[in-house]
């Protein structure tokens, strides 16, 4: 079995050996859904399903048909948002509009931590999710990324110039480094804030913080709680479903 999570801006993949993730080495570019990369893996594998999450339906999923059929003769079984699902349930007015990945990654979080769980995805959009011990999703919070953010900076004014976010120390003495102390700031503060929520909210709840995304490291020494990192957590999520199938 093939798990693939198609990304706002990246393409992974794993397979599930025996109950366990085995990730693929490769990670691929949605903007040029390129699968060759895969060739290698994929010629020593006997794989019978693939199993995947996409954000939208664009060429990078028609090409990765094109790819599973030519090299296994498989479809794609592409999973969508339900409103029920083995105990976990989304408070959205539309499950069919949730993302698939913030409602796989809510999913898996709850599983394995067996407790109240905000899952933090630091992706191109920053999205939180919250679920209750008992499997209630019950909704969450979207804004942008860090890199979303830096982005709009650079191209929406005429004098501010960055290559990429990264760690500053004490206030910054240069552009590059304002920018990025501000992104992460931003990104901070929406996290703080809905801690503060949560603990007004659901005062009698552990509530355990996951995070994931390709930010989540930058942003994880900037926060003074527990939370642990899961990069594979969309994936996992995958795992979870496939497991009811």
Not at 75 to 93: D, H, S
Not at 140 to 147: F, H, S, T
Not at 195 to 216: K, N, P, Y
Request: a negative charge.
């Amino acid at each position: 079995m093939l798990l693939i999570d198609i990304g706002n801006s990246r393409i992974k993949a794993a397979e599930w050996r025996a109950g366990q993730l085995v990730g693929w080495p490769t990670l691929l570019s949605r903007e040029q859904p390129d699968f060759s990369p895969w060739n290698d893996c994929a010629a020593e594998r006997a794989v019978e399903r693939v199993i995947v999450s996409c954000v939208g339906a664009d060429a990078a999923l028609e090409s990765l048909r094109r790819f599973a059929f030519r090299t296994w003769g498989t479809t794609l079984e592409l999973v969508r948002p339900r409103r029920m699902f083995a105990g976990f349930e989304t408070a959205y007015r539309e499950p069919q509009k949730l993302g698939v990945d913030r409602w796989l990654a809510a999913l898996a979080a709850w599983r394995e931590e067996e407790e109240a769980v905000c899952v933090v995805d630091l992706g191109t959009a920053l999205t939180v999710d919250v679920v209750t011990r008992s499997g209630q999703h019950l909704g969450g919070l979207i804004a942008p990324g860090l890199e979303l953010m830096r982005h709009s900076l650079t191209r929406g004014t005429a004098h501010l110039s960055s290559t990429g976010i990264g760690q500053v120390t004490g206030f910054a003495d240069n552009t590059q480094d304002a920018i990025s102390l501000g992104c992460i700031s931003a990104v901070v503060g929406v996290l703080l804030s809905t801690r503060r929520r949560l603990a007004a909210e659901m005062s009698d709840a552990e509530i355990r913080w996951v995070l994931t995304g390709g930010g989540a490291e930058v942003i994880a020494p900037h926060l003074d709680w527990p939370c642990r990192y899961d990069p594979e957590l969309v994936l996992r999520g995958l795992m979870c479903f496939a497991g009811e199938q």
